[in-house]
């Protein structure tokens, strides 16, 4: 039997990048997809018909994970079309890099709209769904910058660092209804955003890194399948580094 067979997993921002790499790993798996972005375009329905090749149900929806009143609508779509919610993996974000000292009120707000209210947002409507199965998995995307921090990044580090702190919480308060919630801290994973880096500052990064290399999306969805999956079924309220030790 596959580890996901008959549940449903709801994906924020999974067009593409690490969100995509965790929606075809659970699909493998045999979980159903329901997964968000901002747009219905071609990529997006590429993306669906991909996962639905898999021989799941697939199926995605055009919402903004930082508007409060769209979630709690997509959330109630999903639950309706999908009969149930068992997995939630918080995984929009964006990043508006630039020294503090430059940083606009416009760059900070839309960094921790997107990355921490986002989280709030869809956690705090899946978690009803949840609470009348009397279980589930709440998987969020952090970031190791939310532990350490990183120059040009203070917006991004913060966003990162509050869902950490979130995440501990929501394990707390919904534990004893078998909820689980774990946050994910990837280092630095090998995306489209990545690869517009010049090759020298990849080089530099890899440098650090003890494993000597980036990551990929499919290193991020193996832990996060880890995480869905009843093989972690006593895991709650932890941050899994998946950096290459980068962060000790």
């Not at 219905?40 to 929806?61: F, N, P, S």
């Not at 995984?91 to 508006?96: C, E, F, L, S």
Request: net charge positive.
């Amino acid at each position: 039997m596959k580890l996901l067979e008959g549940k449903t997993a709801l994906i924020t921002g999974a067009s593409r990048g690490i969100g995509k790499a965790v929606a075809l790993a659970f699909a493998k798996e045999g979980a159903n997809i329901a997964f968000t972005d901002l747009k219905y375009d071609e990529l997006a329905q590429a993306t669906e018909k991909e996962i639905a090749d898999c021989g799941v149900k697939a199926k995605m929806y055009a919402s903004n994970a930082a508007d409060f009143a769209q979630t709690a609508a997509t959330v109630e779509e999903v639950a309706k079309e999908f009969g149930r919610i068992d997995i939630l993996v918080n995984n929009a974000g964006i990043t508006k890099d630039t020294l503090l000292m430059r940083m606009s009120e416009e760059q900070w707000d839309a960094v921790i709209n997107v990355n921490l209210k986002s989280v709030f947002n869809f956690t705090k409507a899946v978690s009803a769904v949840m609470l009348k199965q009397r279980s589930g998995s709440i998987i969020s995307m952090s970031s190791v910058v939310g532990v350490s921090g990183n120059a040009g990044q203070a917006n991004y580090s913060a966003s990162k660092a509050g869902i950490i702190g979130f995440t501990k919480s929501v394990a707390k308060e919904l534990g004893s209804r078998n909820i689980r919630a774990n946050a994910v801290a990837p280092g630095f994973i090998i995306t489209d955003m990545t690869a517009q880096l010049p090759e020298d500052v990849r080089k530099e990064w890899a440098a650090k890194i003890p494993l000597k290399r980036g990551g990929t999306p499919e290193d991020i969805a193996k832990v996060c399948l880890f995480l869905a999956s009843d093989m972690s079924s006593y895991v709650t309220g932890q941050v899994l580094h998946v950096c290459g030790g980068m962060n000790m």
